[in-house]
């Protein structure tokens, strides 16, 4: 049993649900226990602390941010767990900071001096020599120093709006010859470099960060005042807004409007350096915090920019050994992409599995004579996308291409609006989504031209668009030639893209349409098949399990005698292994070095298995609120693969952490070694070793958002 790094109680009494938002917590305090193991290696511990950074950055923003608006609006109880919006906050508080705590204990007294013996370190303000020093000097005067503001805050006034999770500089000042004191900030500027290399000999890394030469050479920022007491500081600011649906005619510009918001709205956390009781005080007052509100560690801040760390050139050894993606395409080069898929249905199990397929795809399609359209969804793709790039070719090259891009894509919506005004500049048809929904699905079809007539190729996936994230997530995809999905998914395409109502659909399923009724009566099928002579099977892999109504089909499945086994990453509210509810329900969460982001579930009705990938989590809000897809994998050897994957991960004993009845997590160990299952290391050995050879209609109608994006100011 892992004592407290992740085994934080939750009320049990009669309650059928665990808090959604301790839930979380709870998974960001397994990802924290990544970076305290000291059998991991010093750069991927050091990773693992700059993840929990920065998932709750994204945390306090938004899911703290409603809980302190609930509570101002008068405390009502609307959680499943019942527990009030005071309760939750103060529990965040409470664990955030004492995770907050064990985080730069472990990287003040073990990964930075641990890495020091190897040759990386980083040198703090008294660990610069003369020569460094003078050096930074030069280097912060001619390409620093233009780039600051220094801006005076009066301590009666409120705190200048000055950006939202930007790092700042607080000093409080005194003219020379004087005892009057004033308060000044300094925001370090994005555009620059906050990780400063310094000369260090060979095989060695030294660095700096930014933040030390604004104190070290605030002289020469405030001439003429003397520097008292100097701190960091980081304000987190409520991003919890909604973009107003109502303006279609505006959409972008509403959007656009949302994210100003963001940048000088209410604050809901202060993040300080341990430096200035004084500046820290200033500060709570002048944002209108409280002492809750405010989180005070050593410097340095915001752990979150040290993933660039994790990446430097050289020192192998501080890191995993890379596994490289088996890239799964025959490498004859008569056999083109278009017949390759329609040999048979390709699983793609990724990173084990190369993204490469959906690229060759998409490349092909851009530049093959005998391709007409070209339609996709995007919701989150990288910042040099060549997905995006083939796209733009395949419009100038006369093809029909017509993108969904999400503008509500939560903190890409500024990217995605740049991409939108791009493919439109290329001749792409660009829709910005459905009013009132977000669109999650992850679909591509191309339909082309051959000698037998037209023909259509698809991917479905669980996974973004996004050639980065395809070989950081683990993620599905399922590529197809299959006549019975590409004619849905043609229905599908048409129905987010123009008027169509939502269609009848056989085969694929589809949020919020009756996707969520899908699962329902095919839990309940396996419930009615069950018996004692063949007993009833499910198991599901999905990143959060949120839904009351789901969590109650599946007790009841439970309580019928159903075995479930559930592999959920992180949010999970519903409570496993209570006698006369759920003990038939096993929960187990693996953190490793890819991130689990698939969604695939297994029913073994009755002898008859049925497996399923979607793009959705078991949520309310992708359930009820996003455009989403199900898809039954029916080729008898993906599904076998699904089938396998999923037993696999629920064996591992190596990175795997079981659920407790009280809301704690207990790590899965191997008593023998020679039993030790790792998951992420079997899919990937299976993928090196695996053989890839060749062997009554709905009348709603989505609003959909054609209106052509206004140029981004700025």
């Known amino acids: 049993m892992i004592a407290k790094e992740c085994n934080m109680k939750q009320k049990s009494n009669d309650i059928r649900y665990f808090n959604r938002e301790l839930s979380w917590i709870e998974f960001n305090r397994r990802v924290l226990y990544e970076g305290v193991r000291s059998d991991k290696p010093l750069l991927e511990r050091l990773k693992f602390l700059s993840i929990v950074s920065s998932n709750f950055d994204e945390f306090f923003m938004v899911r703290v941010a409603s809980l302190k608006t609930q509570y101002l609006q008068g405390n009502y109880t609307n959680c499943p767990s019942r527990m009030s919006p005071e309760e939750q906050l103060k529990a965040i508080y409470r664990e955030y900071r004492e995770m907050l705590q064990q985080q730069y204990r472990v990287l003040l007294e073990e990964i930075l001096p641990e890495l020091k013996s190897k040759g990386f370190q980083y040198l703090d303000i008294p660990d610069l020599n003369a020569e460094q020093k003078s050096s930074l000097k030069k280097k912060f005067l001619n390409d620093y120093f233009p780039l600051l503001t220094p801006v005076r805050v009066n301590g009666r006034e409120p705190m200048v709006k000055s950006g939202n999770m930007r790092l700042h500089a607080g000093f409080v000042l005194c003219r020379e010859g004087e005892s009057e004191e004033h308060l000044a900030v300094v925001q370090l500027p994005s555009s620059a470099e906050r990780i ?33 007491e100097h ?24 959007m656009e409007q949302v994210l100003s918001e963001r940048l000088s709205s209410e604050a809901v956390r202060l993040n300080c350096s341990n430096t200035s009781a004084k500046i820290k005080n200033l500060l709570r007052e002048s944002l209108n915090l409280t002492e809750d509100e405010v989180f005070i ?20 050894s501080l890191r995993d050994e890379p596994w490289k993606p088996v890239d799964i395409l025959p490498d004859a080069e008569d056999l083109s992409i278009w017949d390759w898929i329609k040999t048979r249905d390709r699983l793609l199990l990724h990173p084990f599995e190369s993204f490469g397929p959906v690229m060759r ?52 919506e500024k990217r995605n609006i740049e991409w939108a005004e791009r493919l439109e500049r290329s001749g792409v048809i660009v829709v910005y989504g459905i009013a009132e ?77 009756n996707l969520k009724n899908k699962i329902l009566q095919l839990i309940e099928r396996e419930q009615d098949k069950h018996s004692r002579e063949n007993p009833g099977h499910i198991m599901v892999k999905i990143n959060s399990l949120s839904d009351p109504v789901i969590i109650e089909a599946l007790y009841q499945a439970s309580q019928a ?33 890819y991130l689990e982001h698939p969604r695939a579930i297994y029913f073994l009705n009755g002898g008859s298995p049925e497996v399923y990938i979607s793009s959705a989590d078991w949520m309310g809000r992708n359930l009820d609120r996003r455009v989403e897809l199900l898809t039954p994998v029916e080729d008898p050897r993906c599904a076998k693969s699904i089938q396998e994957m999923l037993e696999v991960y629920m064996n591992d004993n190596s990175q795997a952490y079981e659920l407790q ?54």
């Open 196 to 228: 400063i290399r310094l000369p260090s000999k060979e095989g060695s890394f030294y660095f700096t960060l930014l933040e030390n030469l604004v104190v070290m050479f605030a002289s020469s920022i405030f001439p003429g005042y003397e520097v008292k």
């Open 231 to 254: 701190a960091m500081f980081r304000i987190t600011r409520d991003a919890d807004f909604a973009v107003d649906e109502s303006r279609d005619e505006d959409f972008v510009e509403a």
């Open 297 to 316: 560690t050593p410097n340095p801040l915001e752990l979150g920019d040290f993933m660039d760390l994790v990446f430097v050139h050289g020192f192998d």
């Open 361 to 412: 795809m998409l490349e092909a399609a851009s530049q093959d004579e005998g391709v007409l359209a070209i339609k996709m969804t995007l919701y989150r793709t990288s910042k040099n996308s060549p997905i995006v790039r083939a796209l733009e070719a395949a419009a100038q090259n006369g093809k029909q291409v017509t993108v969904l891009v999400e503008l509500k894509a939560r903190f890409d």
């Open 437 to 513: 929904l977000k669109v999650h699905a992850k679909a591509m079809l191309i339909i082309r031209r051959e000698e037998r007539g037209i023909s259509r190729y698809l991917h479905l996936g669980t996974g973004n668009y996004n050639d980065k994230t395809a070989r950081l997530y683990t993620d599905i995809g399922l590529i197809t030639a299959r006549e019975d999905l590409c004619y849905e998914a043609g229905l599908f395409f048409n129905a987010i893209t123009g008027y169509s109502a939502v269609p009848a659909l056989s085969k694929l399923s589809m949020a919020p349409h």
């Open 561 to 593: 005698g159903v075995r479930i086994d559930m592999n959920i990453r992180g949010i999970c509210m519903l409570k496993p292994g209570v006698k006369g509810l759920s003990e038939n329900i096993r929960v187990v969460s693996v953190i490793d070095r």
């Open 661 to 714: 009845k009280d809301g704690s997590y207990r790590r899965v160990s191997a008593e023998d070694p020679k039993k030790r299952v790792h998951a992420q290391w079997r899919m990937y050995q299976k993928a090196r070793d695996g053989d890839h050879g060749d062997g009554t209609q709905n009348t709603r109608v989505f609003n959909v958002r054609r209106r052509p994006p206004k140029a981004t100011q700025g």
